[in-house]
């Protein structure tokens, strides 16, 4: 994807409704977690959204890898099909759910998260408050 490219789909995609952005940032960032990971991950979107402070859009560089041009995710997210993937069918329904908050948080009030094989430098004075699956999930702010 060249940068042309890339800003047109950034663009797309910003002006989504915000339960299709989780949906889709969902898919890209933790389909291959299980469910409580997966809707940790949705309400650490949610948690962000909410706040103002750290939060401008699920796109915005340095949010959610899956959004970088150079994410493998990307691509992927671009050509994701809802009619045979369920994968995407389930993060529509965890969307809606956070969303609604029909589905409990099972992140502790976490509003970071990153994968267990890495520490972030963003990481180091942030207390963990949960682990799902592949994901650490870490509170800059006790709300």
Not at 10 to 22: C, D, G, H, S
Not at 69 to 76: G, R, S
Not at 121 to 140: K, L, Q, S
Request: charged share 25%; with cysteine; hydrophobic share 40%.
């Amino acid at each position: 994807m060249n940068e042309i490219e890339y800003a047109y789909v950034i663009k797309r995609v910003k002006a989504y409704p915000l339960w299709l952005k989780i949906a889709l940032t969902l898919w890209g960032e933790a389909r291959n977690q299980p469910r409580d990971g997966m809707i940790a991950v949705g309400y650490v979107m949610l948690r962000r959204e909410q706040n103002e402070m750290v939060w401008d859009d699920i796109t915005s560089p340095k949010q959610f890898s899956c959004w970088n041009i150079n994410d493998p995710n990307l691509e992927k997210i671009c050509n994701v099909k809802l009619q045979t993937d369920t994968k995407l069918q389930e993060c529509i329904e965890i969307a809606f759910g956070v969303i609604s908050g029909e589905i409990k948080d099972t992140s502790n009030g976490a509003d970071h998260y990153h994968t267990k094989n890495i520490k972030p430098a963003w990481a180091v004075n942030m207390p963990m408050v949960a682990t799902i699956g592949n994901h650490v999930f870490r509170r800059e702010s006790f709300i």
